[in-house]
């Protein structure tokens, strides 16, 4: 897989706030659509949001985050940043940027990925 490199975890108090964000190494109008999934240990991969690249579509992740979380993208830069507020201790987490087709950032499966990073920790403390 192509290599993403997130930035902006770490550690902050149950309501504050973390913006994440996703660098591609090309035009990430190639990919589709780019998305931000999480993984705590011992519990399933998850999406949290995703975005096409190519449009204005925005597809909300299967997760407790809806409401608190948004997603945006810059194509001059080649970037994608979440922006998550009121952070609860569940949303502990390490977050992963992935880019693909729609259809595989969407519903999966996953192993289609054109592209993943290697992750950021998010640590909310109560």
């Known amino acids: 897989l192509a290599q993403l490199q997130e930035s902006g975890g770490g550690s902050v108090q149950a309501g504050g706030s973390l913006r994440l964000s996703c660098q591609a190494p090309?035009?990430?109008?190639?990919?589709?659509?780019m998305g931000w999934f999480r993984q705590a240990p011992g519990k399933e991969r998850e999406g949290v949001m995703s975005?096409?690249?190519?449009?204005?579509?925005?597809?909300p992740g299967a997760n407790s985050m809806s409401g608190r979380v948004t997603i945006s993208k810059d194509n001059a830069k080649n970037t994608v940043e979440l922006n998550m507020t009121n952070l609860k201790p569940e949303d502990s987490a390490m977050y992963h940027c992935?880019?693909?087709?729609?259809?595989?950032?969407?519903?999966?499966?996953?192993?289609?990925?054109?592209?993943w990073g290697q992750g950021t920790q998010v640590t909310v403390s109560s």
């Open positions: 090309r035009d990430i109008y190639n990919y589709d659509c």
């Open positions: 975005i096409s690249t190519r449009g204005k579509a925005i597809y």
């Open positions: 992935a880019a693909g087709t729609c259809s595989v950032i969407v519903g999966g499966p996953w192993k289609f990925l054109k592209a």
